[in-house]
Antibody, heavy 116, light 110 residues
Framework: QVQLVESGGGVVQPGGSLRLSCAASGVTFSSYTMHWVRQAPGKGLEWVAVISYDGGFEYYADSVQGRFTISRDNSKNTLFLQMNSLRTEDTAVYYCAREFSAFDFWGQGTLVTVSS | QTGLTQPPSVSKDLRQTATLTCTGN????????AAWLQQHQGHPPKLLSY???NRPSGISERFSASRSGNTASLTITGLQPDDEADYYCSAWDSSLSVWMFGGGTKLTVL
C-alpha cells in the first residue's frame, strides 16, 4: 500500500523559511519522479516543482523559481521542499505526489500559512 | 505560465452524462494529452485517467477520456451523487518544461 505523508507545515512570517518533508512507504521510492503541488484555500491546484527519480533534473513553476528548492533522499525514502523568502500568496496546502505517467498517488497534504 | 482552460462549473441530472473539457495548446494537451483528477472537498485529488484514456486500477469505466486536437474531454456516464466534486485536467508543457493544471470544473449532480 503506497503511502505519502507530508510534514513540516505551519505558520511563518513573510520573508521566512520552511522545509517540508514527504515520507514514502510501500513503494520503491527511488524509481519514481516526484512532485510538489499546492492548493491555496478555496482555490485550484497549482503545480510547484518536480524532481526526477535520481535527482538528475528539477523544474519549478515561475511563481517559486529561485525561492523554493526540491530535493530527495532516496536512502530515507523522503522528498523535501525548502521554501525561502515566503510570501503571503504561498499560503496553501502542499501535497507531494508520485508520477507514474501522471500524478497517481498523493499525500494528505500539509498546510503552510504565511502571515504576519 | 498560462494554464489550461476549464469551464468553472457544470450541472447535470442524476443518471445523465456529463462531458468536461480542457483546452490547451500544441505544446501540452495537443502533445502528450491530459490527465484528469477528481477532488472531493477536504480530500487530496485522485487520478481518474492519464494520457487521454488510460484508467488506473479501480477507476470505474463510467469515466472515459479523449482528446481532439488541443482539447481534452472527460465523459462521466450514469452520474451518481458521489460524482459531485471538482475535476482538474493536467498536462506537461514540453515548451515551458512545466506541468500545468486547469482551473478546475465544479460538477454538480442535481
Amino acid at each position: 500500500q503506497v503511502q505519502l505523508v507530508e510534514s513540516g507545515g505551519g505558520v511563518v512570517q513573510p520573508g521566512g523559511s520552511l522545509r517540508l518533508s514527504c515520507a514514502a512507504s510501500g513503494v520503491t521510492f527511488s524509481s519514481y519522479t516526484m512532485h510538489w503541488v499546492r492548493q491555496a484555500p478555496g482555490k485550484g491546484l497549482e503545480w510547484v516543482a518536480v524532481i526526477s527519480y535520481d535527482g538528475g533534473f528539477e523544474y519549478y513553476a515561475d511563481s517559486v523559481q529561485g525561492r523554493f528548492t526540491i530535493s530527495r533522499d532516496n536512502s530515507k525514502n523522503t522528498l523535501f521542499l525548502q521554501m525561502n523568502s515566503l510570501r503571503t500568496e504561498d499560503t496553501a496546502v502542499y501535497y507531494c505526489a508520485r508520477e507514474f505517467s501522471a500524478f497517481d498517488f498523493w499525500g494528505q497534504g500539509t498546510l503552510v500559512t504565511v502571515s504576519s | 505560465q498560462t494554464g489550461l482552460t476549464q469551464p468553472p462549473s457544470v450541472s447535470k441530472d442524476l443518471r445523465q452524462t456529463a462531458t468536461l473539457t480542457c483546452t490547451g495548446n500544441r505544446n501540452n494537451v495537443g502533445n502528450q494529452g491530459a490527465a484528469w483528477l477528481q477532488q472531493h472537498q477536504g480530500h487530496p485529488p485522485k487520478l481518474l485517467s492519464y494520457r487521454n484514456n488510460n484508467r488506473p486500477s479501480g477507476i470505474s469505466e463510467r469515466f472515459s477520456a479523449s482528446r481532439s486536437g488541443n482539447t481534452a474531454s472527460l465523459t462521466i456516464t450514469g452520474l451518481q451523487p458521489d460524482d459531485e466534486a471538482d475535476y482538474y485536467c493536467s498536462a506537461w508543457d514540453s515548451s515551458l518544461s512545466v506541468w500545468m493544471f486547469g482551473g478546475g470544473t465544479k460538477l454538480t449532480v442535481l
